[in-house]
């Protein structure tokens, strides 16, 4: 995982980590800070005055949308890029790679879900408000709410997913104080 070395002086220790390679951790980040914003906005929107809504609709969705191509990108990186050797026993590694998947995964279905619902329950989408964004089905009621569950079903078990995500963090960082973590930052 990491290798200490330097002299026996603990302030002057240096830490040698293989990390990920940059344009994985920027994805990692960019896209964990927009989830973080995307979702709870989209928990409140029924909560706010009626005068605001439209504008809380816009601003989840739009960046639901961004959401939904970063990690398309971030899939195309992943299959460009070599990751750092995995360490540990095999289940948590298999562990690690079946949340990291089901990540990947529900970071697509999510959003595409959610812009799909949005057009089928009839409404068009414009990204931020500026760009008008062409909708594959268009007005669909028949399937709507169909979508729209699936979009609130995707996040449930992506907010599953994190807390699974932050435990494993938690247990490499603080319980087993290994590098994990900084394989990442």
Do not use: C, Q
């Not at 569950?149 to 963090?169: D, K, P, Q, T, Y």
């Amino acid at each position: 995982m990491g290798k200490l070395s330097g002299p026996r002086d603990p302030s002057r220790v240096t830490i040698s980590v293989e990390r990920y390679p940059a344009t994985s951790r920027i994805f990692h980040w960019l896209i964990a800070v927009l989830v973080l914003a995307t979702w709870p906005l989209g928990m409140v929107i029924k909560f706010v005055k009626n005068e605001v809504s439209l504008d809380f609709y816009m601003i989840h969705e739009s960046l639901g949308f961004l959401v939904l191509w970063l990690m398309l990108l971030r899939v195309g990186n992943r299959l460009l890029t070599r990751k750092p050797e995995e360490d540990g026993p095999r289940i948590e590694r298999i562990a690690a790679a079946s949340v990291h998947g089901l990540f990947y995964l529900f970071l697509i279905i999510m959003p595409l879900s959610g812009f799909l619902a949005t057009n089928a329950h009839g409404f068009p989408f414009s990204w931020f408000g500026v760009l008008p964004i062409w909708s594959p089905i268009g007005k669909a009621p028949d399937i709507a709410w169909t979508l729209s569950a699936i979009h609130l079903a995707s996040a449930w078990i992506l907010a599953v997913l994190f807390v699974l995500h932050m435990g494993a963090v938690l247990m490499h960082h603080v319980i087993r104080r290994d590098f994990t973590l900084y394989r990442i930052l």
